[in-house]
Structures are given as structure tokens and as C-alpha cells.
């Protein structure tokens, strides 16, 4: 089963490429035909062929996940690439940018005005902004930082002072922090308010008033308990956590023994900082095994 949907998704990646491929081809062959006819208006009929050819390719990558986008990316050479790169709506450059391999981000990166870097930046949380920070010039990271109120600034510079291979540089803080004090009931109201879930959001976290975390509350106890009940009486004491300078190697190890989603990350005096999920983990992961192969072939 799992053979055959990799061999599905390799699939439907391959088909979505060659379609864009061929949208480029066509392209300029369209622009080849206008080139070498002097008798029309050249300028204002290569300015309308180019407007519905970006469409086509807007259409095209905006029903696709930006993790696709990038392999097409990541498939096409420099000259097409830039022309597809040109196509895909600004938000969705900031996902793209974070999916694709470090070599093809630098290239796109290269081609970018400060502003639009700004712009990009301006959609994407803390987290994901510094995993781009080292590939960002230094005009562009100034300006991004000059526009982040001060919680995402704080959080921003939190998870630069962390070296790549420790925990606290894949937190990110997207986490809902409750009272054990508060009743189910409350805890239910207030997510409806929210609307929307963080993703990966699997348990809500306990703290005091100091923020020190003191349990987690699993959505499925929520859904499951009295409404009219504390948190304090269902909520879990025995629990996963890890620190912010803990060895990230480790932590993958970790999360695949007791199949977490997420868990919190606490510092030293035991106060919550932000959480861990499993998508930043298998990131982490997948660049080692890629780091390892380049060892191998150098």
C-alpha cells in the first residue's frame, strides 16, 4: 500500500510538471512567432500574450500544495524557473520558498527586490521566518524586522539564539495555554471563538501564573469529559516535554518511540517557551539524511 501511493504521487508530480513545461514551451514559442513578424504591433501583443500566459501558470500552481511547486521548481532550469517563479502568487512565495532545497531558494532569494522579500516575509509566522533568516540578505532582514510588532520579534530572535541542531531552533508558537482552574466548558468557548485550530494542535497546555507548565490537556479528553469539570481533574501529569538546548537528534528518537504530534519545550527554570511538532521534526530529519548523502558523494 505504501508503495503504491508513492508511485501515485510520483505520478501526479511528474504529470503536474509536464503540463508546466509545456504552458512554458508554448510560451515562448508564442513569443518566437511575434518576434519574427515585424507587420504587427510587437510590443502590445507581447504584452497580452504574456499577461494570459501567466495566468495560465497562476491558475495551474495555485490548486497545487507549495510543497509540489517547489519539486517543479526544483525540476525546471534557471530560465524556466524564473518565469514559473514570476507566476506564483506572492502568498504563497514565503511556503514555496521554505520547501524548496537551499541551493534552488538561494537562486529565487537572488532575483527578489528587498520590498517583495519584505512582503513575503509579512506571511509567514516567527518560526518559519527563521529558517529562511541565513538565505535572506541584510537589507531585507532589517526592513523585516523593523516590521514585526514586539511578541513576534521576541519570538523571532528566541529561535536565533538556538544552533540548528538543538530544540529550541524548530519550536514554533502556535501552541493554547490554559489554567487547570478553568472548565471544560470554558476551554470549549473559548476555541469555538478562535474559529481555528494551530495546526498539529492535539493538546492543549496547563501553566500557572509564572508559566510554568504543570500538565496537558489531549483535545480528546476535552470531547470526551463532563463540560461542568476543571481542567485540573482530567488533565495529563505525566507527559513528554523537552528543553530548548536539547540535542534535536535525540528528540526525533523521541517522537517516533511515543508517536507525538506535538509536545512543549520548556528552558531551564521549567517555564513554557513554545512547542514542538512533529513536521518541524521530520523536516530536521529529512535535511540530515540529505546532509549525509552530500557526505557520502563528496
Not at 508503495?3 to 501515485?8: G, I, R, S
Not at 519570538?155 to 482552574?181: E, P
Request: charged fraction near 25%; glycine fraction near 4%.
Amino acid at each position: 500500500m505504501e508503495t503504491a501511493d508513492k508511485l501515485h504521487t510520483e505520478e501526479f508530480l511528474q504529470h503536474q510538471l509536464h503540463e508546466v513545461i509545456t504552458l512554458l514551451e508554448k510560451q515562448q514559442l508564442e513569443k518566437s512567432l511575434v518576434e519574427r513578424n515585424p507587420a504587427i504591433k510587437r510590443e502590445l501583443v507581447e504584452a497580452v500574450l504574456h499577461k494570459q500566459q501567466q495566468t495560465r501558470l497562476q491558475e495551474k500552481f495555485a490548486v497545487l500544495h507549495p510543497a509540489d511547486i517547489a519539486y517543479i521548481l526544483e525540476s525546471l532550469p534557471l530560465d524556466q524557473r524564473k518565469t514559473a517563479w514570476d507566476a506564483i502568487k506572492s502568498s504563497l512565495e514565503g511556503q514555496v520558498l521554505l520547501e524548496v532545497s537551499d541551493a534552488v531558494r538561494q537562486t529565487l532569494i537572488s532575483g527578489m527586490a528587498v520590498e517583495e522579500l519584505a512582503n513575503v516575509a509579512g506571511n509567514l509566522d516567527a518560526d518559519e521566518l527563521a529558517e529562511l533568516a541565513a538565505d535572506l540578505p541584510k537589507r531585507a532582514m532589517l526592513k523585516i524586522l523593523r516590521s514585526l510588532n514586539s511578541t513576534e520579534r521576541t519570538h523571532l530572535n528566541a529561535i536565533l539564539s538556538y544552533q540548528d541542531n538543538q530544540v529550541g531552533a524548530l519550536m514554533d508558537f502556535g501552541m493554547i495555554t490554559i489554567r487547570d482552574d478553568m472548565t471544560l466548558k470554558a476551554i470549549s468557548s473559548y476555541i469555538r471563538k478562535l474559529g481555528k485550530l494551530p495546526s498539529h494542535t492535539d493538546k492543549l497546555f496547563v501553566v500557572n501564573q509564572h508559566n510554568e507548565i504543570k500538565g496537558i490537556l489531549p483535545l480528546q479528553r476535552l470531547l470526551t469529559h463532563i463540560p461542568s469539570r476543571h481542567v485540573a481533574d482530567v488533565m495529563v501529569t505525566d507527559f513528554v516535554v523537552f528543553q530548548t538546548d536539547q540535542d534535536a537528534a535525540e528528540v526525533s528518537r523521541a517522537f517516533e518511540r511515543y508517536d507525538l504530534i506535538s509536545a512543549p519545550v520548556i528552558d531551564n527554570a521549567g517555564k513554557l517557551q513554545g512547542r514542538l511538532c512533529v513536521d518541524s521534526i521530520m523536516d530536521y530529519i529529512r535535511e540530515k539524511a540529505d546532509e549525509d548523502i552530500l557526505s557520502q558523494a563528496a
